[in-house]
């Protein structure tokens, strides 16, 4: 069975840091684009980063910049988040999203891009 799982959410202070995993069942992540998107409560699904199959490419919102940074481990499967410095604005839920793609340089920022979805994971910040 395909899929991408997130782990790694929670509660924490404004300031704080948190970071988040995911991992795929079922394929091999190599060939994928990465992205983590997230959706606050009552708001649209919003673009948070991405990452090229290579790695060397990283694009990321103007409101995370700074704060987050992407990676991965295609050896390990799984691509990750780290969340530093963490603002009561950034509660959502975050989901991670893996789209096929034969251009190891390229990454994605457009929802519509990804092929398969994780069933997200929340990050609450709050004193």
């Known amino acids: 069975q395909v899929q991408l799982v997130e782990s790694g959410g929670g509660l924490v202070q404004p300031g704080g840091s948190l970071r988040l995993s995911c991992t795929a069942s079922?394929?091999?992540?190599?060939?994928?684009?990465m992205g983590w998107f997230r959706q606050a409560p009552g708001k649209d699904r919003d673009f948070v980063a991405s990452i090229a199959r290579s790695g060397g490419t990283r694009d990321y919102a103007d409101s995370v910049k700074g704060r987050f940074t992407i990676s991965r481990d295609n050896a390990g499967n799984t691509v990750f988040l780290q969340l530093n410095n963490l603002e009561p604005e950034d509660t959502a839920v975050y989901y991670c999203?893996?789209?096929?793609?034969?251009?190891?340089?390229?990454?994605?920022?457009?929802?519509?891009?990804?092929?398969?979805w994780g069933q997200g994971t929340q990050v609450t910040v709050s004193s």
């Open positions: 079922g394929f091999t992540l190599e060939p994928y684009a």
């Open positions: 999203a893996a789209k096929y793609t034969l251009y190891p340089g390229n990454s994605y920022s457009r929802e519509t891009s990804y092929d398969f």
